[in-house]
């Protein structure tokens, strides 16, 4: 592979090897030392795979062109890749870069049944369910479209649902993606390139040059001679990294975890509602990460005041749906969404296979191989599950200070009132004189904070003017 990119004008190769590493595996080793920010290595566009490319091969373009509908750009991807590794001549550089390829991949989609069990109840043993299940369909719809109108190009016996599973997780595990300055993107694998490993203790420094169409890698740090040398995927959390790349980081602090908010269509008041969430920026449907550094984003708060709005607050709140901060609408109603919220987190954890602490236990003991299959889905679910508890511990610490509120309300406690925006307590503070509930501690604070006040404002205001009524 190298002397055929060396031809084809990359730079960079002489300074470069390919390696095994101990924990790692495959990756590529520097053979001289390299500052930070310095460039490493250079790809021209002319070896780079792309749908471009693939749509511009004389022998296969036009059969990929004439599919309908178009494939996705994964699809012909993952399709030319197998059309260049069937080929028994004619296609020596990009076919020697195929021979380099990993034979086997260790994504999820790849586990046994025992091997994803350890990870039930996570969002990625979902995921993995469901994309089995439609990889089968696209495999199928593949047949109809492409490979079965042209088996001239694409023999069955190369173009199997199992070299299918292999080809999208080659492209899923070594392409990159970049945007372009049109608002469109690119998705490619680049040689040699691709064999770089992740780490998160590098800078981010794949570069992709629009003009020329070649692929640059820069040192994303200090580099000394036999060093690996690393690229860095981003802040990835493990499920994603199982999923796609097929390895976990152990304590990944980008550890997070996919919670879905549905509503039924059929569920009362829907119409108004669904107008609210779009107003919010959210959908009847939301798919809302929850990570270790935000692990109840507001988001989740706002969809669920919206679906437990009951017809009276409804008949406020949607007057002023262009207004998409919503904060607090009631006690009530907040009390009743933190409730839900920490039921629900507690169920979500109930269904995990293995609860957090045996999993510690076990991974401390050493009872899966490290590296295996096993041993990664026990990491995402350990993940998974510190993310859930500390959504749930945060909720119940809301829910606490709600119903603390509500107390103080009713004369039952005492607690100073405090700045809606600044959150001091020993000031004078004052309150807002349109809704009369919320205070702050000085103008700056109010005009500060009307922004994200102004829609419950205006409800609270037009509630308390129809009680007076």
Request: glycine content about 8%; some cysteine.
């Amino acid at each position: 592979m190298e002397s055929w990119l060396k031809q084809s004008g990359v730079s960079g190769l002489d300074d470069l090897e390919l390696a095994d590493f101990s924990d790692t595996g495959r990756g590529v080793r520097t053979l001289r030392r390299f500052e930070e920010g310095e460039k490493i290595l250079t790809i021209p566009h002319g070896v780079l795979w792309t749908v471009k490319h693939a749509y511009a091969d004389p022998v296969v373009g036009p059969s990929l062109l004439s599919a309908r509908p178009p494939l996705s750009v994964d699809d012909t991807l993952a399709t030319y890749i197998l059309f260049v590794r069937s080929r028994g001549s004619g296609y020596d550089g990009l076919g020697s870069h195929v021979a380099a390829l990993p034979a086997s991949y260790t994504s999820s989609i790849f586990f046994a049944e025992a091997e994803l069990e350890i990870c039930a109840g996570t969002s990625l043993y979902t995921t993995t369910k469901q994309l089995d299940q439609q990889i089968e369909v696209d495999y199928k719809e593949l047949v109809v479209r492409l490979f079965g109108r042209h088996q001239e190009l694409f023999p069955r016996d190369k173009f199997t649902i199992e070299d299918y599973k292999w080809a999208l997780c080659t492209v899923w595990s070594r392409a990159m993606d970049f945007k372009l300055g049109d608002g469109d993107s690119i998705r490619l694998l680049a040689p040699f390139a691709d064999m770089l490993n992740h780490s998160s203790e590098v800078e981010q420094c794949h570069v992709y040059d629009v003009l020329s169409g070649n692929l640059s890698i820069l040192a994303g740090k200090n580099y000394e001679p036999g060093d690996q040398v690393f690229i860095n995927y981003g802040p990835v959390p493990n499920n994603r990294l199982l999923r796609l790349y097929g390895f976990v980081v152990p304590g990944n602090p980008n550890d997070s975890y996919d919670l879905v908010l549905a509503t039924h269509p059929m569920a009362p008041f829907f119409e108004q509602k669904h107008k609210l969430w779009v107003s919010a920026g959210l959908d009847s449907t939301s798919t809302v990460s929850l990570t270790l550094t935000d692990p109840l984003p507001s988001s989740i708060l706002r969809y669920l005041r919206i679906q437990r709005l009951n017809e009276s607050d409804l008949a406020v709140m949607v007057p002023h749906q262009s207004d998409a901060a919503f904060e607090k609408i009631s006690d009530s109603n907040e009390v009743e969404v933190l409730r839900f919220l920490v039921e629900s987190i507690s169920s979500l954890l109930d269904g995990f296979g293995t609860q957090l602490e045996k999993l510690e236990e076990q991974l401390a003991e050493g009872f899966y191989t490290p590296e295996g299959n096993a041993w990664s889905a026990a990491h995402v679910s350990l993940g998974e599950q510190r993310v859930l508890r500390l959504t749930r511990k945060t909720a119940e610490d809301l829910l606490a200070a709600v119903e603390t509120g509500i107390g103080n309300k009713r004369g039952l406690l005492s607690t100073p009132a405090q700045c809606a925006k600044c959150k001091k307590v020993s000031v004078q503070l004052m309150r807002c004189g349109r809704c009369n509930e919320v205070k702050y501690c000085g103008r700056a604070c109010q005009v500060a904070h009307f922004k994200e006040h102004k829609a419950i404002c205006r409800a609270i205001a037009a509630k308390n003017g129809s009680k007076r009524d």
